[in-house]
Each structure stands twice: as structure tokens, then as C-alpha cells.
């Protein structure tokens, strides 16, 4: 079964989902990886058969199933956070901080930002580009920059002081949804109960 699913998923919490599908059906999963804002246009164009998107309309022939939500905590190591940050998260400190982003799609640091100081805020940072989930993590524990982390990847650097949040309360709560085309097949009901069950680790897990 082709299904699209964001990279974060894929590094957390899906693993769960596809082990669940195995143990029930014989059925394979062909995992097409996008960010979870375009894992939608896939299924739109049928390249797949369910996604994990942030739509939280549902396709037309399509069933939609609310998730919960995947936590980012904006985050940098101490150092880092004393040599950029010390007078606060403002405008012009985050003109100068060095930023990781995913890739050209990841719009996500430059939101937080926006919400942290205001439109003030520039277009542009000095950027760094790693469309390397594993390399991201690492590189934000290296003090290359400060970035969106999914907070399940970065709790235990968090809790031994690694990396510190850039200021308090500084995550966002990214609403994620699975999207599947209707039709009475027992693999995509076996697929979607897997999902949803895997999905119980994210925050304010609902059900519709």
C-alpha cells in the first residue's frame, strides 16, 4: 500500500504503526516521505493511498481521522543561547542567529519566529540546510544553529541540559491527521487501526 508520511513521523512514532499493520496483515507499506503540508497532494493525485498530513479538511473520497498533535520545542545548546540570546528572543537576535531548516519547504522556524517577535522579523537568517533528520538533531547539539525539533528526539538532551528551549514555553503543537481513500478494503481498516493506535503518543490524542 503506498502511503505518504512527514519525516517526523517517520522518526517517531509511524515505526509503531507499520510493526502494528505487520503483525495483523502479510501487506507491505511503500513509504513515500514529504512534509506533512504536502503528504496531501499525493493523495490528491492518488500517488498514494493514506497520508499523514496537517489537512484538516478531508479529500474528496476520502475519510479523515484526527491524530493528536506532534510537539516542536524550539531549542539551541547553552552556548549558543548565551552568545545569541541572552538579552532575549528578539528581532534582531534572530536576524543574526544561525537557523537550521529542513528544506525549502520547512516554513516552521520562520513561523515560531514570527510569533516570538512580530513581523519584524527578516525574511532571512544566516540558514543552514539539512534535510537529514538524525544530521538536524546532531547539528542543533553541535551549536550550529537553533530549530524546530520534534520534542520526543530532543527531551532527553533537553532533560540532561544539552540543549536548553530558546525561551520558556517555546514549542508549537503541529495538528497531524490520517487521510485514506474510502472503499471496504480490510487492509486500509487494518492499516488505519494501526495508525490510530500508534498515534496514541502524540499530544491531545482525539478521535473522531
Known amino acids: 500500500i503506498p502511503v505518504a508520511v512527514n519525516h517526523d513521523s517517520l522518526e517517531t512514532w509511524f515505526p509503531q504503526a507499520a510493526q502494528g499493520f505487520a503483525e495483523t496483515t502479510g501487506t507491505t507499506l511503500d513509504l513515500r516521505v514529504e512534509d506533512q503540508d504536502h503528504t496531501v497532494e499525493l493523495l490528491r493525485k492518488g500517488t498514494v493511498l493514506g497520508a499523514v498530513t496537517t489537512l484538516d479538511e478531508p479529500v474528496q473520497g476520502c475519510q479523515i481521522h484526527a491524530l493528536g498533535s506532534i510537539r516542536y520545542a524550539a531549542t539551541c545548546t547553552p552556548d549558543f543561547h548565551a552568545r545569541h540570546f541572552a538579552r532575549g528572543v528578539t528581532a534582531q ?29 527578516p525574511a532571512t537568517a544566516p540558514t543552514w540546510w539539512i534535510p537529514s533528520t ?54 486500509m481498516t487494518l492499516l488505519t487501526r494501526a495508525v490510530l493506535a500508534a498515534s496514541s503518543s502524540l499530544v491531545g490524542k482525539r478521535r473522531r
Open 134 to 187: 538524525r544530521a538536524f538533531v546532531q547539528a542543533n547539539l553541535g551549536g550550529l544553529g537553533w530549530t524546530m525539533n520534534p520534542l520526543p528526539l530532543v527531551k532527553r538532551h533537553l532533560d540532561a541540559g544539552r540543549l536548553v528551549y530558546v525561551r520558556q514555553r517555546a514549542w508549537e503543537d503541529v495538528p497531524l491527521y490520517w487521510q485514506h481513500w474510502k472503499g471496504d478494503v480490510q487492509t
Open 93 to 121: 537576535a534572530l536576524e543574526s542567529a544561525p537557523v537550521l531548516v529542513f528544506n525549502r519547504k520547512d516554513d516552521m522556524q520562520t513561523r515560531f519566529a514570527r510569533r516570538l517577535a512580530g513581523d519584524e522579523v
